[in-house]
């Protein structure tokens, strides 16, 4: 069955795209997106997401947007979130815990320093 | 398996949601003299089709390609364990209504905790949508809405510290009021 586009769904890719091009027009510094579906909400999405947002209100940041998105496919290795940086690749972060969040948004989405300790993969050679 | 039902409940707005929804009402009413404790969630989304919503509790069924379809499922069942069952109303064009109750003292019913961090995590991930939330507790109401906030503070993409702070607070206060901790 084709899916019919209702003007919802047009509403949302405006404003999902107006996101995106905030980053890129300069607005924002940064998105970062928490993976909130069934599989990240089951492993601790709601935790990491009040972190972010407790350090973010620490270090005062008010350029970063903060979104949620579904799953990945990569449910085993939730809970997730990925940076996107301004003129950035995006990078995937995993097995979060609250004080791995604290420090991507300080080291990664401040400092500009990727945590590649955290990050999903390094390089194009791992499989899954 | 989902450790509280203000997960269950996140997990339900994400889908409503995802599933083009500008407008979700959540609603909560504890209710111990009757021992039942109800959730709504009703939004406006696209809806969905008969063929779809006859297999939305099937385990493992979904619509998503990489989604893993064990949202409602998992709340049915977590209804069901607590001698209550979930209704599921939706159309398209119409939206959809799913309603959970529990038999409130049930010892296999799962704590709600934590619903303030659920809103603000809704809220704060899809500042584009109006969410209102009502939490009814023995009689005691609590209610938020997100919309004014944002009217007030402008709907900018990125997030302010001091308007989550400023929520965060208004959630954790008024859910005391209703003694809820």
């Known amino acids: ?3 019919k586009l ?3 769904d047009l509403a949302k890719i405006r404003d999902k795209t107006k996101a995106m091009t905030i980053v890129r027009e300069g607005a924002g510094r940064a998105k970062v997106t928490v993976h909130m579906g069934t599989c990240g909400i089951a492993a601790g999405a709601r935790d990491i997401m009040d972190s972010l947002l407790d350090e973010m209100g620490k270090h005062k940041v008010r350029d970063v947007i903060v979104t949620t998105s579904g799953c990945a496919g990569f449910c ?16 995937k972060y995993v097995n ?3 004080d791995k969040i604290r420090r991507i948004l300080v080291e990664h989405v401040l400092g500009g320093r990727i945590v590649t300790e955290f990050a999903l993969a390094v390089g194009s050679e791992m499989m899954y | 398996m989902m450790e509280d039902l203000s997960l269950h409940i996140l997990d339900v707005v994400e889908n409503a ?3 083009g929804a500008t407008r979700v009402r959540i609603a909560v009413n504890e209710n111990e003299k009757r021992d039942v404790l109800t959730i709504r969630v009703a939004d406006n989304g696209r809806g969905m089709p008969p063929e779809v919503r ?3 509790l099937d385990p493992f069924f979904t619509t998503g390609r990489k989604r893993t379809g064990l949202g409602l499922p998992l709340l049915a069942q977590a209804a069901r364990q607590s001698d209550g069952d979930l ?8 939206g959809t209504k799913v309603v959970a109750r529990f038999r409130y003292s049930h010892l296999d019913r799962q704590p709600l905790t934590k619903m303030a961090q659920t809103m603000l995590t809704l809220v704060v991930g899809h500042p584009e949508v109006e969410f209102g939330y009502r939490h009814r507790r023995n009689g005691r109401d609590f209610k938020f809405a997100s919309g004014p906030y944002f009217k007030k503070a402008g709907r900018a993409a990125t997030v302010d510290p001091r ?4 929520m965060r607070r208004a959630l954790q206060a008024g859910l005391q009021r209703i003694g809820i901790t």
């Open chain 2, 87 to 94: 209704a599921l109303e939706s159309a398209p064009g119409k």
């Open chain 1, 96 to 98: 979060l815990t609250p």
């Open chain 1, 6 to 8: 209702t003007i919802h």
């Open chain 2, 54 to 56: 006859e297999r939305a």
């Open chain 1, 76 to 91: 085993n290795r939730e809970p997730m979130a990925t940076v996107e940086l301004k003129d950035q690749p995006p990078v």
């Open chain 2, 17 to 19: 949601v995802a599933a």
């Open chain 2, 163 to 166: 308007l989550v702070g400023t």
């Open chain 1, 1 to 3: 069955m084709t899916k």
